[in-house]
């Protein structure tokens, strides 16, 4: 077990990295600032500093500074910050940091990072880190180059990005069209996304004299599209008012437009048009926006293979959860509330959203094993029988036996089945306590008593909020964590004002 000391002034964040490093074994001290963590290590030995940058007083940079004057490479640093760039990367790791993990950050991110700090506390040689960075400094200096020599590689590295990423259509089109009016000049601009087999457009906008909007396309703008899908390649007029097909449709300029092709398939258009002048339109703009159209295309088959992989995960969400409604349609109120709270916990944490929708389906479905505990057991209103208790308890075991089989909600199986443990080690099925219980499982078994509690759940006395709250405080360090059950207290109470 290895001492470490988290240093950040956000209440939230000393939770969670405590959680998350406890959770894996380690001895954690939280400080609110850099002033306070040089108390706490002139006191006490660590293996590691895990620190905030942005802090009061003393911010991390300066604490980073202050333990390698003083104790070295026997402290090893990492740095935290949701406001990372290179530059901040090469400071830290010139002054000395290990690593630098931007928020919002995940379970297994930060786990690896202090794993391997822990397991290889050794500095690279200064010749080697030396390298590393004349190597850096080279790199910016041919970016810096390639940006003044062409804009256009900024922008398509602009939508590069956005296809990596793969938000949703309309960060995509409002990405592309905005970046390629500016590049080209064009007066008017119009993307649009088609829905799957043309069926109106999943996505549309404009740019017409210097404003956007959603609104539908032209009657010219229609004309030209049924042109694309009919020829599927790129259209360029150079002069409008003298091509016999577009002279009824413009009085004059030259138009470009590109298709977004998959196979035979268009996905999409962008048309540029432009009222004088044909310089916009030269070989260089056309190369440039074929591979813009390339990249939009890479960029909606991403996002609709993620809408469908999505539909695919939510559809099996749904079909357990629509089990669960069949068998009793309280059981499915309660989980969907359960959730709601978990995801309220989870927000509060800063997990990220990937994170955080992954807590709120095991939320969802923490109960999912009841599917096979008799309606008499669930329904009864009296105290039941030791023999209709222990038929109830094996719902969390039937539970980890479905959940183990769902790929896409990993340690699924582990947190259904602890979700009734207890803090103090008095739960079921396994007896673990504390930190030996999964994180998502001892936040679940805070959200779902809340809601036993506070809802008309068969076999349980109905209390108001504030009678929950305080039989919850009361069992605080028993039941619940105390720590989490706090944090859930206090963005509760945030949703009553």
């Not at 009919?230 to 097909?245: A, G, I, M, Q, S």
């Not at 092709?261 to 190369?287: C, H, N, P, W």
């Not at 059950?485 to 963005?491: D, G, I, P, R, T």
Request: charged share 25%; hydrophobic share 40%; with cysteine.
């Amino acid at each position: 077990m290895s001492a470490i000391l988290v240093v950040d002034d956000e209440k939230s964040i000393q939770v969670s990295l405590s959680m998350i490093l406890s959770d894996a074994g380690h001895r954690i001290d939280i400080a609110a600032d850099g002033v306070e963590a040089l108390e706490y290590l002139q006191e006490t030995t660590y293996d590691l500093v895990l620190s905030d940058i942005r802090m009061p007083r003393m911010d991390g940079m300066a604490l980073l500074k202050t333990i390698q004057q003083q104790w070295g490479s026997q402290v090893p640093v990492i740095l935290i910050s949701a406001y990372a760039n290179e530059t901040t990367v090469t400071q830290a790791l010139d002054l000395g940091a290990r690593d630098l993990i931007v928020k919002p950050f995940d379970v297994q991110t930060v786990r690896d990072a202090v794993q391997y700090v822990l397991v290889k506390n050794v500095l690279p040689p200064i010749e080697e880190l030396s390298h590393k960075q004349k190597t850096k400094i080279e790199e910016r200096r041919q970016d810096q180059e390639t940006q003044k020599k062409l804009l256009e590689f900024s922008v398509l590295d602009e939508i590069g990005k956005t296809v990596g990423a793969m938000p949703g259509i309309e960060k995509i089109g409002s990405t592309i069209i905005s970046m390629v009016q500016q590049i080209l000049g064009a007066d008017n601009a119009l993307l649009v996304i088609y829905r799957t087999n043309r069926s109106g457009f999943l996505y549309r906008c404009s740019y017409v004299d210097g404003e956007v909007s959603l609104d539908d396309p032209s009657a010219t703008d229609d004309y030209v599209l049924e042109w694309l899908h009919k020829n599927r390649r790129t259209l360029y007029v150079r002069e409008v008012e003298k091509d016999p097909e577009f002279a009824d449709c413009f009085l004059s300029g030259s138009l470009l437009a590109v298709p977004f092709m998959r196979k035979s398939q268009v996905l999409g258009a962008i048309i540029l048009y432009k009222k004088t002048g044909d310089e916009f339109l030269d070989g260089g703009a056309q190369q440039f926006l074929s591979v813009m159209a390339s990249m939009a295309t890479a960029a909606i088959e991403n996002t609709h293979l993620y809408n469908e992989l999505k539909g695919y995960f939510q559809g099996t969400v749904k079909a357990l959860i629509a089990t669960l409604e069949a068998k009793d349609s309280f059981l499915y109120s309660h989980a969907v509330r359960t959730a709601r709270y978990a995801r309220m916990m989870a927000r509060s944490l800063k997990l990220n959203e990937i994170e955080q929708r992954r807590l709120e389906y095991l939320a969802m479905l923490h109960d999912i094993g009841k599917i096979a505990i008799p309606e008499t057991i669930l329904r009864q209103q009296s105290k039941r029988s030791e023999w209709e208790e222990r038929i109830l308890r094996t719902h969390v075991e039937v539970g980890e036996n479905i959940m183990c089989n769902i790929d896409f909600l990993p340690h699924g199986g582990a947190v259904v089945r602890h979700h009734h443990e207890r803090y103090d080690g008095q739960g079921y099925p396994d007896g673990l306590a504390r930190d030996a219980i999964p994180l998502f499982a001892r936040i679940i078994a805070i959200a779902n008593v809340f809601d036993m509690l506070t809802s008309d759940y068969p076999g349980v006395t109905r209390l108001d909020h504030s009678q929950a709250m305080k039989h919850m405080i009361r069992e605080a360090g028993k039941s619940f964590d105390p720590e989490l059950l706090k944090l859930f207290l206090e963005a509760f109470r945030k949703t009553l004002i």
